[in-house]
């Protein structure tokens, strides 16, 4: 098999903020692997959060070396679990998940048990903004088609979380909301802030508290008026197995979790559990979100929007902007590039 690796720059459309930080940019590594005449295609994206820039995310995936595979099927069984960072391990097998398709003509879904291709109302983030800016963003998406929102949180002030949920309520008075501190919060202020969350009908809550201590999280949703789901607490499958029963969902991203094989295998651990799967992402192109849509039809909470906060998303074939992603009948993963003279449809 052939390798090839690109490293590209996505910009957002605005800056993205959240209770740790400020995004308006973010470096994504490409993989394109050929065999046969035929390509399948991978992402992974830089993160400071995870410690990985492009240059070290190139190195790694490099150092898989699947140019010593025969073919993509036995590269996918000799991925290793732990020897390189999960999000190295889902771009990989990503690549390889589209070539097989590719090569069979049948879409990833189908390899992966799907009968019917997935389609789902995914989440649009709202950051950490103003009032007023805050509701026109959920006004004109609620009118684009977006069923769910989810609303960043996680500021000095409480308050302003308390204001920016209470006008976007009132903006887009139909839609489902989810919450976001991104562990912003101690476990008394989650306390006292869970229950005016909850009467303003937001519907859970995405990691309350400091990641760290997984036993603080599990006692908050014991008795949160509202569910609970972990996130930077439940990153591995170890992770999930520790959490299962114990909080309301786990937000399962497949960089952190290592890819889709790995996601599925965290599902079948959480059933009969009480706890309830939720996909998010990193913000990615078309690319990157492409994977983890084949598995949205197992999800209770779908965030997959992370392709629709670019100025300019280089793949297609999921869409989005409608407030549904979806996958298709088209081989592998169902996207494409977009070439430089092409819209992004």
């Not at 410690?51 to 898989?64: K, M, Q």
């Not at 303003?200 to 008026?225: I, M, N």
């Not at 983890?292 to 793949?315: I, K």
Request: hydrophobic fraction near 45%.
């Amino acid at each position: 098999m052939k390798v090839h690796l690109r490293t590209v720059r996505l910009a957002l459309t605005e800056p993205l903020r959240i209770s740790r930080s400020t995004m308006t940019a973010r470096d994504a590594v490409w993989l394109s692997v050929e065999h046969e005449g035929v390509t399948g295609h991978g992402e992974a994206v830089s993160s400071v959060y995870y410690g990985l820039d492009a240059d070290t995310l190139g190195r790694l995936i490099a150092a898989v070396g699947l140019e010593r595979f025969a073919g993509p099927e036995a590269a996918l069984e000799a991925l290793p679990a732990r020897a390189v960072p999960p999000a190295v391990t889902a771009a990989v097998e990503s690549a390889l998940l589209d070539l097989v398709g590719r090569r069979a003509g049948v879409p990833v879904h189908r390899l992966l048990g799907a009968a019917a291709a997935p389609v789902a109302a995914t989440a649009r983030t709202i950051g950490i903004t103003s009032p007023v800016r805050a509701a026109a963003e959920a006004r004109g998406l609620a009118a684009s088609g977006f069923q769910v929102l989810k609303v960043k949180a996680g500021t000095p002030d409480p308050e302003d979380d308390v204001e920016r949920v209470r006008v976007i309520r009132d903006a887009a008075p139909r839609v489902r909301l989810l919450l976001d501190p991104n562990g912003a919060w101690s476990p008394p202020r989650a306390r006292a802030l869970l229950p005016r969350f909850a009467d303003l009908g937001v519907e859970a809550v995405e990691q309350p508290l400091a990641p760290g201590d997984p036993e603080a999280l599990a006692a908050l949703a014991e008795k949160s008026p509202l569910p609970v789901i972990a996130d930077e607490d439940a990153v591995s499958a170890e992770d999930v197995r520790r959490l299962a029963g114990r909080v309301h969902g786990v937000n399962v991203k497949l960089a952190k979790c290592g890819g889709v094989r790995a996601a599925l295998r965290i599902a079948e651990s959480l059933e009969g559990s009480g706890t309830e799967l939720m996909l998010g992402c990193l913000t990615a192109s078309t690319l990157g979100i492409a994977p983890a849509v084949q598995l949205a039809d197992r999800a209770r909470w779908v965030d997959l929007d992370g392709h629709l906060l670019l100025a300019h998303d280089p793949w297609r074939g999921i869409g989005g902007a409608d407030g549904f992603v979806r996958t298709s009948a088209l081989p592998g993963l169902g996207i494409e590039e977009v070439t430089a003279h092409e819209d992004v449809a």
